[in-house]
């Protein structure tokens, strides 16, 4: 379903050019979880921001669900970016609005009626266990706890596919263990395709399905965890 076809990203500054992904191809099946693993700078970020455009790829395609997202007008990628959901290490909340308010936001710009938001943001609040903590601001929860709520935020727009940006990396052992496990369990249950980017071994093994390790911008190694990182 999702599919990178010779991928390039060259970033080009004054500071001089940097290749941050070299022909890269790649296909994710519905239903994985999938993880892209490797050291800073090995172009993890780039890539899983070429997935839903967030970052324009140099050269090549991107087919998610047969259509090629680098060939779209501006407009028909908006519609296709609410298929994908995303969350990151920061969390990236809005922190003058409190939890059920953050949650609605993406709703809201998509003009959903108020009484289907409601019941949007329950749904989804109670999914990630934060029900009784829907009057709360950002600043009043713990780590864990925001990633939550950033969590179901990312799937307010009921998508397909959520993209995890080193969702876990500022989290103690435990809390990421219990978002790996929300991860996986949405994965399951909501049948919905997770690509989750990584510098962290533990990450891949505990919930991945498939691995691709990133270095220097390059796929050096693919396929299931268990081949790639468990052959004798
Ligand atoms: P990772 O997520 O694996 O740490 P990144 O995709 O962030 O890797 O970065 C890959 C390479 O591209 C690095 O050399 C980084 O410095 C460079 N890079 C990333 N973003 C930019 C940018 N906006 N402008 C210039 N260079 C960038
Ligand atoms: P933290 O340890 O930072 O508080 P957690 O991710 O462990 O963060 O938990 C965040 C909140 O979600 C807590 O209030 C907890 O009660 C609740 N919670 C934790 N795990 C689950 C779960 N599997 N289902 C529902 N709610 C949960």
Not at 63 to 92: C, P
Not at 118 to 144: A, I
Not at 196 to 217: F, P, R, S, W, Y
């Amino acid at each position: 379903m999702i599919q990178l076809k010779n991928v390039s990203k060259l970033y080009e500054s004054k500071e001089g050019n940097v290749l941050a992904l070299k022909n890269i191809n790649l296909t994710i099946n519905k239903g994985d979880i999938y993880g892209i693993m490797g050291l800073s700078g090995a172009g993890k970020s780039t890539l899983i921001r070429c997935i839903n455009l967030l970052e324009s790829p140099t050269n090549g395609e991107v087919w998610v669900d047969g259509v090629d997202l680098t060939k779209l007008s501006h407009n028909l990628l908006r519609q296709s970016r609410r298929n994908m959901g995303m969350i990151f290490q920061n969390y990236h909340l809005l922190t003058s609005r409190n939890v059920e308010k953050n949650v609605a936001y993406p709703l809201e710009l998509n003009n959903v009626k108020k009484h289907e938001i409601n019941e949007r943001v329950e749904q989804l609040l109670q999914l990630v266990g934060l029900w009784e903590k829907r009057k709360h601001y950002p600043s009043q929860l713990s780590g864990g706890q925001r990633q939550r709520v950033a969590i179901a935020r990312a799937l307010a727009t009921n998508p397909q596919v959520l993209l995890s940006d080193e969702a876990t990396s500022a989290l103690d052992p435990i809390t990421s263990r219990s978002i790996l496990n929300l991860l996986q369990e949405i994965n399951e249950k909501l049948n919905i395709t997770v690509v989750l980017i990584t510098h962290q071994m533990e990450v891949i093994e505990q919930i991945c399905k498939k691995v691709a390790v990133l270095k220097d911008g390059e796929v050096v190694e693919e396929g299931s965890v268990h081949q790639v990182f468990k052959t004798p």
